[in-house]
């Protein structure tokens, strides 16, 4: 029974992401359409030092916006705003110091970067980890769900204030969230949110991925029932060949080696859906999708159930300390 509950996860993910890989050499692929100029805006992208997260930071820095980069790694963060600097002739970028498995953290950098005194017209929870060792936050949370999930939580809720006082009528606030085709995986126990009983990192990871549409969902059924100019949006980058997979199997490496080239997306191109639910002036005042290679798709359907959402936002505002 214990073999069967971790090997599962295992054997769903991979087959998942065979089956998304097969798309992206199969199907037409998603090309990014010119966009007006973000000049006068601001964007704060989580995990922009490397991967989809840069790549995303640096396409809104060259259509003008003020882009914040928060992250764990000072050194990262640094040479990413220098780069970033040099390749957009835009010096509106900068760095601040993030750690999502720090809930102090978390809350120290919405404390620096409110003394900035920015609006804020776009939010990309963005930074993740996958496939980790078992092992804990700072909080004593399951690092999948504290740091993909419940950082995230706790960062757009500490922002929402921000974002709602810069959402107009006619250009909404917008929160992005990257989840991923994993998520219609992954299982939630409200029981053993922490996965303590019978650790699998690929039934964790997609477990935390469910939780971040879950949250999408419910988030913007919140905005709506306030009357708020935010919107809140999932995204599915596709798969991606990023430095997230290194905790992969030696066997699953050597598949990526051998066909990666072929079957994945380079980092630029996992961007691409995030930097459309960012600024495409098509989805200006809508909220509440799940969105892959650009399109509006269906999620697993357990993402729209509300009971479940309202359940998860409950226990995550407990385990934030926010209020309900």
Known sequence: MWLLSVLLPVLRNYYIGAIVALQQLLLRRFILPDFPRQDG????VTGGARGIGYYTAKHLAKLGMHVVIAGDNEADGSEAVKQIRQATLNDKVEFLLCDLASMK??????????????????LINNAGVMLVPESRTEDGFETHFGLNYLGHFLLTNLLLDTLRNTGTQDFNARVVTLSSATHFNGQLNFDDLQSSD?????????????????????????????????????????????DLYKHVSWP??????????????????????????????????????????????????????????????LESCKMAALPV
């Not at 805006?41 to 704060?44: D, M």
């Not at 950098?109 to 776009?122: D, G, I, M």
Request: with cysteine; glycine share 8%.
């Open 41 to 44: 805006k601001v964007a704060f």
């Open 105 to 122: 953290s978390i809350r120290d950098c919405v404390q620096n970067f409110k003394k900035k005194s920015l609006a804020l017209h776009v």
């Open 198 to 242: 019978c650790y699998s990192p690929h039934g964790a990871y997609a477990q935390s991925k469910l939780a971040l549409v879950l949250f999408t969902y419910y988030l913007q059924h919140r905005l709506t029932a306030e009357g708020c100019h935010v919107t809140a949006n999932a995204v599915d980058p596709g798969v991606v060949n990023t």
């Open 252 to 313: 699953g490496r050597i598949v990526m080696w051998m066909t990666g080239w072929l079957l994945l997306k380079q980092a630029d191109e996992g961007a691409f859906t995030s930097i459309y639910a960012s600024v495409s002036p098509d989805l200006e005042g809508t909220g509440g999708c799940y969105l892959y290679n650009g399109e509006k798709i269906k999620s697993a359907d357990v993402t729209y159930d509300a009971e479940v959402q309202m359940k998860l936002w």
